[in-house]
């Protein structure tokens, strides 16, 4: 049995995703290789690990059986590649940069660009997905620029270096398709329409927030929910009034260049005071002078873009 271990790892996602578009935009790859690599293991293996139907794919039952008894394998092949990478970075002086959807860091990236910080061979700016905290911790990034909702992303392995904070949320919508009134405001009126909301990679962990505060809160969701890749995009739909936009913190500054004629209103500051935050995160037994370095150095400029 000749079994290729990268197609381990992709069978292992693809378990996970039940996409192969999704499982290959994770690892890199287009949806035909993402399927010709899953083909070649069952081959390899002799097993039909999943049942493929138009939405994706499932596993079979051996293909569980055959995900358990690989789990092992896999995340030590994972934990070798990631150290090989990173080992080989500190070679040669790289530091691998991850950088989230957010607003804070598209403005961020994007004035390190047109510095020799982040112009120069020795960074290397990726795009970092909802999992960046624990690609960072695997060594897979060295530093990541995100911003993130409540205590999403943190763990006991990764430090962190608060650029920007908010407090609360916002809510916006059209007058002319929603009779809300700003000053005298009711949350759960909104549920009863379509929520608007930025993804994961835009505004780690608030979805998931949103979700739980409306069931503990009030014992519903909403009615329904459309989840979009940026802010300005959910904004734009709440102006073409297809719903109700929400969003961490204040969101309405960063929709300054947007034209719309959406009201708004900014809730739960009270309670949520430093709910949103925007930094630099890095492991937190991080060694690597050239590391600490870049994101020293990444932290001073978003100071000053953002003036904390």
């Given at each position: 049995?000749?079994v290729n271990l990268n197609s381990l790892l992709v069978f292992g996602d693809l378990a996970?995703?039940?996409?192969?578009?999704?499982?290959?935009?994770?690892?890199?790859?287009?949806?035909?290789?993402?399927?010709?690599?899953?083909?070649?293991?069952?081959?390899?293996?002799?097993?039909?690990?999943?049942?493929?139907?138009?939405?994706?794919?499932?596993?079979?039952?051996?293909?569980?059986?055959?995900?358990?008894?690989?789990?092992?394998?896999?995340?030590?092949?994972?934990?070798?590649?990631?150290?090989?990478?990173?080992?080989?970075?500190?070679?040669?002086?790289?530091?691998?940069?991850?950088?989230?959807?957010?607003?804070?860091?598209?403005?961020?990236?994007?004035?390190?660009?047109?510095?020799?910080?982040?112009?120069?061979?020795?960074?290397?700016?990726?795009?970092?997905?909802?999992?960046?905290?624990?690609?960072?911790?695997?060594?897979?990034?060295?530093?990541?620029?995100?911003?993130?909702?409540?205590q999403e992303g943190i763990t006991p392995g990764i430090q962190e270096a608060v650029i920007?904070?908010?407090?609360?949320?916002?809510?916006?919508?059209?007058?002319?398709?929603?009779?809300?009134?700003?000053?005298?405001?009711?949350?759960?009126?909104?549920?009863?329409?379509?929520?608007?909301?930025?993804?994961?990679?835009?505004?780690?962990?608030?979805?998931?927030?949103?979700?739980?505060?409306?069931?503990?809160?009030?014992?519903?969701?909403?009615?329904?929910?459309?989840?979009?890749?940026?802010?300005?995009?959910?904004?734009?739909?709440?102006?073409?009034?297809?719903?109700?936009?929400?969003?961490?913190?204040?969101?309405?500054?960063?929709?300054?260049?947007?034209?719309?004629?959406?009201?708004?209103?900014?809730?739960?500051?009270?309670?949520?005071?430093?709910?949103?935050?925007?930094?630099?995160?890095?492991?937190?037994?991080?060694?690597?002078?050239?590391?600490?370095?870049?994101?020293?150095?990444?932290?001073?400029?978003?100071?000053?873009?953002?003036?904390?």
């Amino acid at each position: 049995m000749d079994v290729n271990l990268n197609s381990l790892l992709v069978f292992g996602d693809l378990a996970e995703t039940g996409n192969f578009s999704e499982t290959g935009r994770r690892m890199g790859l287009s949806q035909p290789s993402v399927s010709l690599m899953i083909a070649q293991l069952e081959s390899a293996v002799g097993l039909v690990l999943l049942e493929r139907h138009p939405g994706g794919a499932k596993l079979t039952p051996v293909g569980g059986a055959f995900l358990d008894r690989t789990q092992e394998v896999c995340a030590a092949y994972s934990a070798f590649k990631d150290g090989i990478g990173s080992e080989a970075r500190r070679m040669d002086g790289e530091v691998r940069v991850g950088v989230d959807g957010s607003w804070f860091s598209e403005r961020l990236a994007a004035a390190l660009a047109e510095d020799t910080l982040c112009g120069g061979g020795d960074v290397v700016c990726v795009p970092a997905d909802d999992r960046w905290a624990a690609d960072l911790e695997a060594g897979r990034l060295d530093v990541v620029i995100a911003g993130r909702f409540l205590q999403e992303g943190i763990t006991p392995g990764i430090q962190e270096a608060v650029i920007h904070r908010e407090r609360g949320m916002t809510l916006a919508w059209h007058p002319g398709f929603y009779p809300f009134d700003g000053k005298s405001f009711s949350f759960p009126e909104i549920l009863r329409t379509t929520l608007l909301i930025p993804d994961n990679l835009a505004a780690l962990g608030f979805g998931g927030f949103l979700r739980g505060w409306c069931n503990h809160a009030y014992g519903m969701q909403g009615a329904n929910t459309v989840v979009f890749g940026s802010e300005q995009e959910a904004a734009r739909a709440a102006d073409a009034g297809l719903g109700v936009f929400l969003a961490p913190g204040d969101a309405m500054a960063r929709l300054l260049e947007l034209e719309h004629g959406l009201d708004s209103v900014r809730t739960f500051e009270f309670l949520l005071p430093d709910a949103y935050k925007f930094g630099v995160y890095c492991r937190a037994d991080e060694r690597a002078k050239d590391v600490l370095k870049i994101a020293a150095a990444i932290g001073r400029a978003g100071g000053k873009i953002f003036r904390l």
